[in-house]
């Protein structure tokens, strides 16, 4: 995806995507579903070449050289929209909530950094509170479960978001698990350094899954959506997983999150 002219006038407002580094490398479909979306909501859409990663995993792992390093390449692309876009809550709370405490104490960056945070929404959060869109035309015949992913939910509040937006998808069914808001055990590092704890709690994620009976399981953020997606594969669960953004711009015909891009091309695995 190539910028666009950002100073063309009588439009909407203009928007920055910030593609996460897993969506860019493994689920691309998600950005674009992203853009179609935003642009149905009246959106110019601009997606910054310098962009690389928000700097989480150098941030939770102590980095904080590389950490700097990385957010203000980050501040840099992006400061010039009017909003910043990301379709993971947990990306989007790196730039919202962690930008500002890691410039802190620094005169140049710490503004820099706040009015960046100011302006960055979750996806799913953006298209319901911000710039609504008036419908939804995909339409699934489904029962799907949400996920609420940690960073999403407790830095940004993203709770009622996507099921508001989910709940327009003609033929699409929801059931709410009980356990939604617990953690699946990604954590990115936290996965690799604790797997066996990471494992557990993925496991008690997935028992829930398969007790709404839902098709599929959707979500926000694609780390927590891979880790769910792996698990229950490894189980032998037919239950699929995909991004609430894939499903709201109708492009469903992709292979669920975690299959081969030359299997099930016909969309949804038999359910017989």
């Known amino acids: 995806m190539n910028e666009t002219d950002k100073s063309e006038p009588g439009q909407g407002p203009r928007v920055g995507l910030f593609v996460t580094c897993l969506?860019?490398?493994m689920r691309p479909s998600i950005g674009f579903a992203a853009v179609e979306l935003l642009e149905k909501?009246?959106?110019r859409i601009d997606v910054p070449e310098s962009q690389t990663c928000c700097g989480q995993p150098a941030y939770n792992s102590g980095?904080?050289?590389d950490t700097i390093a990385i957010a203000?390449?980050?501040?840099?692309?992006?400061?010039?929209?009017?909003?910043v876009v990301a379709p993971s809550g947990s990306c989007a709370g790196m730039l919202k909530t962690h930008y500002p405490e890691v410039f802190r104490d620094d005169p140049e960056w710490s503004p820099r950094a706040q009015a960046l945070a100011a302006k960055v929404y979750e996806l799913m959060s953006f298209l319901a509170d911000v710039m609504p869109i008036d419908s939804i035309e995909a339409e699934l015949d489904a029962s799907a479960t949400y996920h609420d992913s940690c960073a999403g939910l407790r830095e940004l509040g993203v709770k009622n978001q996507p099921r508001q937006l989910l709940g327009k998808v003609g033929g699409l069914s929801m059931t709410e698990g009980e356990e939604a808001e617990r953690c699946c055990g990604f954590g990115g590092l936290f996965c690799i350094k604790y797997s066996d704890i990471s494992t557990g709690m993925v496991d008690t994620k997935v028992d829930d899954l398969e007790q709404t009976g839902a098709d599929m399981v959707l979500g926000g953020d694609l780390g927590c959506l891979m880790n769910i997606a792996g698990r229950l594969q490894r189980r032998g669960s037919r239950i699929e997983a995909r991004h609430a953004a894939e499903v709201l711009a109708g492009m469903t015909d992709l292979p669920p999150i975690g299959e081969p891009v030359n299997k099930s091309l016909g969309g949804s695995r038999d359910k017989g």
């Open 23 to 25: 969506v860019d490398l």
């Open 41 to 43: 909501a009246g959106c």
């Open 63 to 65: 980095d904080m050289p």
């Open 72 to 83: 203000k390449n980050t501040i840099t692309a992006f400061e010039g929209f009017d909003y």
